[in-house]
Nanobody
């Protein structure tokens, strides 16, 4: 399974960005896709995840500003990020797995990772 993330960049506080992650390869068994983020000196934390059936899980602090969605026909997951804040600055990683723990927020349980895309929010 290969994951190709895109859409990061520099945005002012209060702005919006949309990240995309396209999956390819042996994706038939993938049940969960999602986004994690890692700021400098910090651990990699769940942002949001979505199951093949459309169930969603968000970090509590982000659920009012971020929206995860997927296009199953295109094997692509999106992360719409609104009202961005400087503390949202991080490298955002797309993740995927066959099992549920990646969906629940266990980064070590995610078997597949994209290359990361940098999001920088200026104040």
């Amino acid at each position: 399974v290969q994951l190709q993330a895109s859409g990061g960049g520099l945005v002012q506080a209060g702005g919006s960005l949309r990240l995309s992650c396209a999956a390819s390869g042996s994706i038939g068994s993938i049940a969960v896709m999602g986004w994690y983020r890692q700021a400098p000196g910090k651990q990699r934390d769940l942002v949001a995840a979505i199951t093949s059936g459309g169930g969603t899980n968000y970090a509590d602090s982000l659920k009012d500003r971020f929206i995860i969605s997927r296009d199953n026909a295109k094997n692509t997951v999106f992360l719409q990020m609104n009202s961005l804040k400087p503390e949202d600055t991080a490298v955002y990683y797309c993740a995927a797995d066959r099992f549920y723990n990646c969906y629940l927020g266990s980064a070590t349980s995610c078997a597949y990772w994209g290359q990361g895309t940098l999001v920088t929010v200026s104040s």
